[in-house]
């Protein structure tokens, strides 16, 4: 199929080539019967511009650029979307380059800084170390962080992880549970060790230890696989708080194998609140963390940074959703059976004194 060029547009519109060109780089002088002419022409034709070809006309083209990590991940996936969406509201384009290990950003950072970018955003969980090098190679170009710490030297825009897994304890203790395991995120990653900080100390303010941990991937198969570890235990845990709804996916699938309701038997509750969370069977309670907000506000700092403020980490609120895979704990058969033990012990006490 032959391409079609400004010359096919020109010559539909009943224009000059010139006259096209200026439509498209929306330059001043021309009068909107000939721009509607010209836009109408584009319309009918499919006509794409070429926006590499702007770019050397001289037309200057706002673009960011986005290193990701893996988008089959929901949270990854949601922020790119958001990203994209509000830049294109601005008119801006945006650049992706997904890696799969943290050592890959400096390379993906080289790549996106030789095709012009006026800004980054990185969504990968970095050390601090690794996030400033970064930030030192850009310069002057802004770099936003979403995966670092509050003690990296660089500009972040994160979730309160901390908060999220507070919120989804806190919640589970109201119900009575508290044999409360977690299935994690891998350790590599800032926000799960957030999570897992924040299981550790609700627990501890509680009064109980941690009874279960295991590390996932944040995949649904990962969830699965560590779901049937934390159930193989002798004693079952109350409940599970997973760092992602993906991984609690897993987990009902490997509670379903082994038999164990849920919530009558098992509370699980999970992170993230993605669109799916509500259809899980039982509906997912889980804790929101609003990907699109955090899309958005990144794309206005990027596109307009604050001059002379460096170094700060904006923490985004997270709440709690609460469904039907959490419920109120119901003591076992065996509990039962121990507390009617000690009714008798007490009953046969209470009769041997009144015969005293």
């Not at 909107?32 to 770019?55: D, F, G, I, S």
């Not at 908060?163 to 549970?177: I, P």
Request: hydrophobic share 45%; aromatic share 4%; with cysteine.
């Amino acid at each position: 199929m032959k391409a079609i060029t400004l010359y096919d547009v020109a010559l539909l519109a009943g224009v000059s080539y010139q006259t096209v060109s200026r439509v498209i780089n929306d330059a001043e002088h021309v009068s909107a019967r000939t721009r509607e002419k010209v836009q109408q022409a584009m319309a009918e034709l499919h006509y794409v511009p070429n926006l590499r070809a702007q770019q050397l006309a001289g037309k200057r083209i706002r673009t960011l650029g986005f290193i990701t990590t893996d988008l089959a991940l929901h949270a990854p996936s949601q922020i790119v979307s958001a990203v994209k969406l509000r830049a294109s509201e601005q008119g801006a384009s945006v650049l992706i380059s997904m890696v799969e290990q943290p050592q890959q950003c400096q390379s993906a950072l080289q790549a996106l800084l030789a095709q012009r970018v006026e800004a980054l955003l990185v969504n990968v969980p970095l050390d601090d170390r690794l996030a400033e090098q970064l930030r030192a190679l850009a310069s002057p170009v802004p770099v936003l962080f979403i995966d670092v710490s509050p003690a990296a030297q660089v500009n972040s825009l994160v979730f309160n992880a901390a908060q999220g897994a507070r919120l989804g304890v806190e919640h589970l203790l109201s119900l009575g549970h508290q044999r409360i395991a977690l299935l994690s995120g891998p350790e590599s990653s800032v926000s799960a060790r957030a999570r897992l900080a924040g299981w550790k100390a609700t627990l501890a303010e509680a009064g109980l230890e941690p009874i279960a941990l295991a590390y996932g991937d944040w995949s649904a198969a990962c969830g699965y696989e560590k779901g049937h570890l934390l159930l193989s235990a002798v004693e079952l845990p109350d409940a599970i708080l997973v760092a992602n709804d993906q991984m609690a996916l897993g987990v009902m699938r490997a509670c379903a194998e082994k038999g164990i309701s849920i919530p009558g038997q098992i509370s699980v509750v999970g992170f993230d609140d993605t669109a799916d969370s509500a259809w899980f069977s039982p509906p997912l309670t889980t804790v929101r963390q609003a990907f699109r907000e955090a899309g958005e506000q990144s794309v206005e700092w990027l596109l307009a940074p604050t001059q002379g403020e460096e170094c700060w980490q904006v923490q985004l609120p997270v709440t709690l959703v609460t469904r039907h895979s959490s419920a109120r704990r119901v003591p076992q058969q065996a509990e039962y059976e121990d507390l009617a033990q000690q009714l008798r012990s007490l009953a046969l006490r209470a009769e041997q004194l009144a015969r005293k």
